[in-house]
């Protein structure tokens, strides 16, 4: 079956320690995005990846980073200087109109 | 950034009824999208709109992308339990970087009593 897997489904992160969230998809699509869901709002764009080995930053990188060395991966890391890293992530693929998502990555700062 | 208006933000209703939600924007998109994210959940995409005008159905669900390019909206038609969920809908821009990317609404929250 075709499609978006992120890992792991939930995440504990003590302060000041970096995270990374895996994202891989099988459906051959060349762009690749991370968004961050907190409660009541919608959807913000963290990074984005429209070619292997390339990536731009969306509207919240701060506190983020990526890597795009493969066309199937598209890991996050969360790193210490978030400030406010707990909330819901998304990740989601295009080949430049509909975008599909994963089953998202609950991360909680303890 | 560009900025869609999705409203209302949530709502309540009964069995049986329909249902109507619209995002408007200052900008032109030439895609619109409407998602729905259950709990815990990442977002399904309902229906997918292309042109000006176009009305789309997906059972009882129905979606029009407005003329002048900046709004769509979405009904569901007979609402039954599981229709409970966020609705989000989402514009996408052609050209330069924007390209690909997507703008969210603030979803809709939709709560369906029995």
């Known amino acids: 079956d075709g499609g978006i897997t992120q890992s792991p489904k939930y995440l504990f992160r003590k302060e000041g320690q970096n995270v990374t969230l895996s994202c891989e998809q099988n459906?051959?699509?060349?762009?690749m995005y991370w968004y961050r869901q907190d409660p009541g709002q919608g959807l913000r764009l963290i990074y984005y990846?429209?070619?292997?080995?390339?990536?731009q930053k969306g509207d919240i990188a701060e506190g983020y980073s990526v890597s795009r060395e493969k066309k199937e991966s598209f890991p996050l890391t969360v790193t210490s200087a978030q400030k406010n890293p707990t909330a819901f992530y998304l990740c989601?693929?295009?080949?430049?109109?509909?975008?599909?998502f994963g089953q998202g990555t609950r991360l909680t700062v303890v | 950034g560009q900025q869609l208006n999705q409203s209302p933000q949530s709502m309540f209703i009964q069995e049986g009824e329909d249902v109507s939600m619209n995002c408007t924007s200052s900008?032109?998109?030439?895609?619109w999208l409407w998602y729905k994210q259950d709990p815990g959940e990442g977002p399904v995409l309902l229906i997918a709109?292309?042109?000006?005008?176009e009305l789309t159905s997906n059972g009882r669900l129905t979606a029009q992308f407005g003329i002048t390019r900046k709004d769509s909206f979405l009904n569901i038609s007979a609402s039954i339990p599981s229709d409970v969920g966020i609705y989000f809908c989402?514009?996408?821009?052609?050209?330069?970087?924007?390209?690909?990317?997507?703008?969210f609404g603030q979803g809709t929250i939709l709560t369906v009593h029995p």
């Open positions: 989601a693929s295009d080949w430049g109109t509909e975008a599909f």
């Open positions: 459906l051959n699509h060349d762009a």
């Open positions: 990846s429209q070619i292997v080995n390339d990536f």
């Open positions: 900008s032109i998109f030439n895609t």
């Open positions: 709109l292309y042109k000006a005008g």
């Open positions: 989402a514009g996408q821009t052609a050209g330069g970087t924007s390209y690909g990317k997507l703008t």
